[in-house]
């Protein structure tokens, strides 16, 4: 271990560094997510990536969001010609983007490799993506996530799809999309009203509208529509792949109507899309779409937590710049108890974030290695809706408080804190809002029994704690582990209105109990391989600020963590679980 904290004074900015080399956290929860041949390999390749991310493609970023997409849905005769200009540096982005093999590597062996890696793989460098555009990401999770449907669910039909989804080169790949939502649906994807009129045996005519369309002219664009006879709600809609040029290399027979004026993710495309008896390509089996675009849902959740993860990082790197850069009254912001207070928080609330994404992340990769395994396919389905519905706000709030430290500078758009915090307000609403995602984990618990998995899963963490310095943090998480349990059973055995009521306050408490118990077995971790206790300080504070309710809001107890430990927590300084335990007995 280093004995130096890391001077974030030595920077003007967030960016022309290298985001992997500058996140230990990230770094410590990639080792630990990954398996370990993986991880070793994959470790050079993340370093480049970042140091690519945090130079070209934070530079362009910036640029694309001055000079995003713009729809040209007519030629100059008025024939449809459902053009989307992307200014060069988006090109080049996507150029640099999928040649570093963030959606091949997942399904094609890259260079050096037997095996393709695992989705953990293209999960943490959507990651390190968001630092820089976290609009951009979209496109790139639905490409991985529309190759994954077709490689689950699809016979073969569609291979020369698969392919191009999953290319490495910039010259062969296509981009997926998932057009899913309906102006008088929304969330209720049983609405839908797109008919599918079949011409042959696996290509059919559909006709309808999709009114939040991301990546508009994907090639690989998966969309739900209901067959002639078919029943009624999600068991009657059947999923096709609807591309942007038909197989014989037309234009296909829909119209790009409107691009959405949004409030960020400038740099995907989003608008609404009319299909006017447009060719698709029936995906699998009739009927089965709703099973089948899970499995899309599912990913995309997964990597919205990891883009709202991205976010955070980045914009606690440039706060963590500024306070180290900017003086008042003579003395670096840092400096202050305040802000060190407030630095401490970013840190401890973006390894909280991280910790339990990457976690969701591990048995999503897991379950999609194995869809045999019923343990694991019920982790994936727990952690999946609870990782999206907590890191989505946490990002804005962060994001927010990021601005605050830049003070005036913030709030304009020459900053990239502004751009963030646009960014990270569209994350709470993709692929489900808080309302929709609590419902969901309710579903889990009733009908899938998935507590089977999560209760025994948080008991094998708080049992890898057999640290001294860990005792009385781990004896506070198993305390609220009960309580939780007691809420579970409460809540099976309510009725449906009242569980309903309660679902979003049970997700949350999910997240702080498994995250709690996440961060003390991480703790337990780094001491044993280093005899560091910094992550113990990172638990804690978690703990003190999520389950524990102090009297007088521990304005009075003296307990000033921030404080003490302040060069351990945000500047990554390494603490000698002997010191804090000297400290700890003299708090006491």
């Given at each position: 271990?280093?004995?130096t904290?890391h001077?974030?004074?030595?920077?003007?900015?967030?960016?022309?560094?290298?985001?992997?080399?500058l996140?230990?956290?990230?770094?410590?929860?990639?080792?630990?997510?990954?398996?370990?041949s993986?991880?070793s390999?994959?470790?050079?390749?993340?370093?480049?990536?970042?140091e690519?991310?945090g130079g070209?493609?934070a530079?362009n970023?910036?640029v694309?969001?001055?000079?995003?997409?713009k729809?040209h849905?007519?030629d100059?005769y008025?024939?449809?010609s459902n053009?989307?200009?992307?200014?060069p540096a988006q090109?080049?982005?996507?150029r640099?983007?999928?040649?570093?093999?963030i959606v091949?590597?997942a399904?094609d062996?890259?260079?050096?490799?037997?095996?393709?890696?695992?989705l953990?793989h293209?999960l943490?460098m959507?990651l390190l993506?968001s630092?820089?555009?976290?609009?951009?990401?979209?496109?790139?999770?639905?490409?991985a996530?529309?190759?994954l449907v077709?490689?689950n669910?699809?016979?073969?039909?569609?291979?020369?799809?698969?392919?191009g989804l999953?290319s490495?080169?910039?010259e062969?790949?296509?981009e997926g999309?998932?057009?899913?939502?309906?102006?008088q649906g929304?969330?209720?994807?049983?609405?839908?009203e797109?008919t599918?009129?079949?011409?042959d045996e696996?290509?059919?005519?559909l006709?309808?509208?999709?009114?939040f369309c991301?990546?508009?002219?994907?090639?690989g664009?998966?969309?739900l529509?209901?067959?002639?006879d078919?029943?009624?709600g999600t068991?009657?809609?059947?999923?096709?792949l609807?591309p942007?040029?038909?197989?014989d290399?037309?234009?296909?027979d829909?119209?790009?109507?409107r691009?959405k004026?949004?409030?960020?993710t400038?740099?995907?495309?989003?608008?609404?899309?009319?299909?006017?008896?447009?060719?698709?390509?029936?995906v699998?089996?009739?009927?089965q779409?709703f099973?089948?675009?899970?499995t899309m849902?599912?990913w995309?959740?997964?990597?919205?937590?990891?883009?709202?993860?991205?976010?955070?990082g980045r914009?606690?790197?440039?706060?963590?710049?500024?306070a180290?850069?900017r003086?008042?009254?003579?003395?670096?912001v840092?400096?202050?108890?305040?802000m060190?207070?407030?630095?401490?928080?970013?840190?401890?609330?973006?390894e909280?974030a991280?910790?339990?994404?990457m976690e969701a992340?591990?048995?999503?990769?897991?379950?999609?290695?194995?869809h045999?395994?019923?343990?694991?396919y019920?982790?994936?389905?727990?952690?999946?809706p609870?990782a999206?519905?907590?890191?989505?706000?946490m990002s804005?709030?962060?994001?927010?408080?990021?601005?605050?430290?830049q003070g005036g500078?913030?709030?304009?758009?020459?900053?990239?804190t502004?751009r963030l915090?646009?960014?990270?307000q569209v994350?709470p609403?993709?692929?489900?809002?808080?309302?929709i995602?609590s419902l969901d984990?309710?579903?889990?618990?009733g009908?899938?029994?998935t507590?089977?998995?999560?209760?025994?899963?948080v008991?094998?963490?708080?049992?890898s704690?057999d640290?001294?310095?860990?005792?009385?943090?781990?004896?506070?998480?198993?305390?609220?582990f009960e309580?939780?349990q007691?809420?579970?059973?409460?809540?099976?055995?309510a009725?449906?209105?009242?569980?309903?009521?309660?679902?979003?306050?049970?997700?949350?408490?999910v997240?702080?109990?498994?995250?709690?118990?996440?961060?003390v077995a991480n703790a337990q971790?780094?001491?044993?391989?280093?005899?560091?206790?910094?992550?113990a300080?990172?638990?804690?504070?978690?703990?003190?600020?999520?389950?524990?309710?102090?009297p007088?809001?521990?304005?009075?107890d003296?307990?000033a963590?921030?404080?003490?430990?302040?060069?351990?927590?945000?500047?990554h300084a390494?603490?000698?679980?002997?010191a804090?335990?000297?400290?700890?007995?003299?708090?006491?």
């Open positions: 271990m280093t004995d904290p001077d974030y004074a030595e920077y003007d900015e967030g960016r022309h560094v290298n985001y992997w080399r996140d230990p956290a990230l770094r410590a929860e990639a080792r630990r997510v990954y398996p370990e993986e991880f390999w994959a470790a050079s390749r993340l370093d480049e990536f970042g690519l991310v070209t493609i530079d970023a910036d694309i969001d001055d000079n995003g997409p729809l849905s007519y100059e008025g024939a449809v053009d989307v200009e992307y200014h090109h080049e982005n996507e640099l983007t999928y040649e570093s093999g091949a590597d399904f062996p890259p260079s050096g490799r037997k095996e393709p890696l695992g953990a293209t943490t959507q993506l630092y820089a555009d976290a609009g951009f990401v979209c496109p790139v999770s639905m490409t996530g529309a190759a077709l490689r669910h699809d016979d073969g039909f569609l291979d020369d799809y698969f392919e999953t490495r080169s910039s062969s790949v296509i999309a998932m057009f899913l939502t309906e102006e929304g969330s209720d994807v049983g609405a839908i797109t599918a009129e079949l011409v696996r290509t059919y005519e006709t309808g509208e999709k009114w991301s990546n508009i002219d994907a090639e664009t998966l969309a529509a209901r067959r002639a078919a029943p009624e068991a009657g809609l059947s999923l096709f609807v942007h040029r038909t197989r290399g037309e234009l296909n829909q119209l790009y109507r691009l004026d949004k409030l960020g400038i740099s995907v495309p989003t608008g609404e899309v009319e299909f006017r008896g447009a060719e698709a390509y029936l699998g089996e009739p009927e779409g099973k089948y675009m899970t849902l599912n995309e959740r997964v990597t919205n937590a990891v883009g709202a993860v991205g976010i955070m914009a606690l790197l440039e706060s963590k710049i500024k180290a850069n003086e008042a009254f003579g003395t670096p840092q400096e202050y108890p305040l060190k207070r407030d630095l401490f928080d970013m840190a401890v609330d973006y909280a991280l910790a339990f994404a992340g591990k048995w999503l990769d897991r379950y999609e290695r194995d045999d395994d019923e343990k694991t019920q982790l994936m389905r727990t952690l999946t609870i999206k519905l907590r890191t989505a706000r804005v709030d962060t994001a927010s408080y990021a601005m605050e430290i500078n913030g709030y304009v758009s020459d900053f990239v502004h915090f646009r960014d990270a994350l609403i993709w692929e489900g809002t808080s309302n995602l984990l309710l579903r889990t618990l009908r899938e029994q507590h089977e998995a999560l209760l025994p899963y008991e094998s963490l708080l049992s704690a640290h001294p310095v860990l005792d009385p943090l781990a004896a506070s998480v198993s305390e609220e309580s939780l007691h809420a579970l059973v409460s809540l099976a055995n009725d449906d209105e009242y569980a309903q009521h309660e679902a979003k306050t049970l997700a949350n408490y997240f702080d109990v498994v995250t709690a118990s996440l961060l971790r780094e001491l044993d391989a280093s005899n560091d206790a910094r992550k300080v990172v638990a804690e504070w978690f703990v003190e600020q999520t389950l524990l309710d102090a007088g809001r521990g304005i009075a003296g307990d963590l921030p404080l003490a430990y302040f060069d351990a927590v945000v500047r390494p603490l000698s679980p002997d804090l335990a000297e400290a700890e007995t003299k708090a006491r």
